[in-house]
């Protein structure tokens, strides 16, 4: 790990970015503002672990500072979001810039320059094309987390869609649970011990492109990645320990998304190559919407998909022959009252993951949500079997400002 390296790309990027609001104060057209949110969480988990050291209950503190900077009428911007976790898990404890970049944008492009989180996908169980952001796992094992990038971005609009290119100088690893955490495998994970493909480690550059366009009822999106894999192997050391091991791959993509009166059809699928192992996945699906039922303002959206991915068992995801099938409800109301109930069922095996997710706003300034995870019958050969006695319910208390 070249620590040297990324000390100097961020205390760089930090003075150029520092020094670019002395230079916007001869703007009249500046706008900033300080935002965020600070909260506490609590984690239970319903069965003891299997693993000696593990705790059951994990509360902890978040704290989420954003701030944004605009002048010349927007063209112009910096955007800073931070976040940080104390918890019981001392691998969970943690601190990351999510984003801090400079961006200007000029007629039909823009250009950003810094850390910065960038979203693709369209599916709701998984997300097969989003690949830019490494996984911020001890946040969330499904992947909806993520870290902040290091990167170059521009982008090209145009009259056949918009242009996306990425240079990404910098890798970052995933880290994993602690001993006493849980959401782990049985083996404890040296985040340190890590071993790369590229001689040049966390410092061999990753590049990216996408294309997406709106047609008719579709948004279209097409992409190509050439870099570090953000997913880790596990491979097994001389002395027995297991060691993670992070390869180049080429990977495309394809998300699509059509909307037709009530109903969205979506899909997304990627095929990936790499020294050590090929693959493909798919994931497709509806979601149809029911809304202002009985006129009383609720919207019920109807959500079943099918996910695929031909890895079999070393899918870290474990899913590989899976249906997922859920119910949104919007209520609409003042509090922004949400809730995502759902399960994803193995088509082969008798294994089942229950969730609920949801979310209430109290007052002007305060938020609830609520999250739960349960692993049902887990067969003894999927990957999820590490943490078949898992299963918690999360309370979110979070005050923004």
Not at 48 to 67: A, C, H, M, W
Not at 158 to 180: A, H, M, N, Q
Not at 314 to 333: E, H, K, P, Q, Y
Not at 335 to 350: H, W
């Amino acid at each position: 790990m070249n620590n040297r390296w990324r000390k100097t790309f961020s205390i760089g990027s930090l003075c150029l970015l520092l020094s670019l609001p002395a230079w916007a104060q001869k703007d009249e057209s500046v706008y900033q503002e300080f935002s965020g949110y600070i909260g506490a969480d609590y984690r239970y988990f319903f069965e003891d672990g299997l693993y000696g050291g593990q705790k059951n209950s994990f509360p902890s503190l978040v704290i989420q500072p954003e701030y944004l900077y605009e002048w010349n009428g927007g063209d112009n911007r910096i955007k800073f979001i931070g976040f940080g976790r104390f918890d019981r898990d001392s691998r969970r404890t943690h601190f990351d810039v999510r984003e801090l970049y400079y961006q200007t944008v000029k007629n039909n492009w823009e250009l950003s320059i810094g850390f910065k989180k960038v979203f693709w996908g369209k599916t709701e169980a998984v997300h097969l094309v989003d690949i830019i952001n490494q996984t911020d796992f001890v946040e969330s094992f499904d992947g909806e987390e993520k870290l902040g990038e290091a990167m170059v971005q521009f982008s090209y609009a145009s009259s056949i869609g918009t242009f996306d290119l990425f240079y990404l100088p910098y890798f970052r690893k995933r880290v994993f649970p602690g001993e006493r955490g849980r959401l782990r495998t049985s083996f404890i994970i040296d985040n340190d011990d890590v071993a790369f493909e590229s001689d040049a480690e966390e410092t061999r550059p990753s590049f990216a492109a996408r294309w997406s366009a709106f047609t008719g009822p579709f948004d279209i999106g097409l992409s190509y990645f050439n870099g570090t894999g953000r997913e880790p192997f596990f491979r097994q050391t001389t002395g027995g320990d297991f060691q993670l091991f992070y390869g180049i791959i080429e990977q495309i993509g394809i998300d699509i998304q059509a909307t037709t009166g009530p109903v969205l059809w979506k899909v997304e699928s990627i095929a990936r190559k790499s020294d050590f192992q090929d693959m493909w996945a798919l994931a497709a699906g509806i979601e149809y919407s029911f809304f202002d039922v009985a006129s009383t303002g609720l919207d019920i959206g109807i959500v079943a998909e099918y996910l695929h991915d031909d890895r079999g068992l070393l899918s870290f995801s474990s899913l590989d022959n899976d249906l997922f099938a859920g119910t949104r409800f919007a209520f609409n109301d003042t509090q922004s009252t949400e809730f995502l109930i759902g399960g994803v069922f193995d088509l082969d095996k008798s294994t089942k993951l229950w969730s609920i997710e949801g979310s209430r706003r109290l007052g002007n300034s305060w938020k609830a949500e609520v999250e739960m995870r349960l692993f049902d019958d887990v067969d003894q050969n999927e990957f999820l079997n590490f943490i078949r006695r898992d299963s918690f319910l999360q309370f979110s208390l979070n005050k923004y400002f």
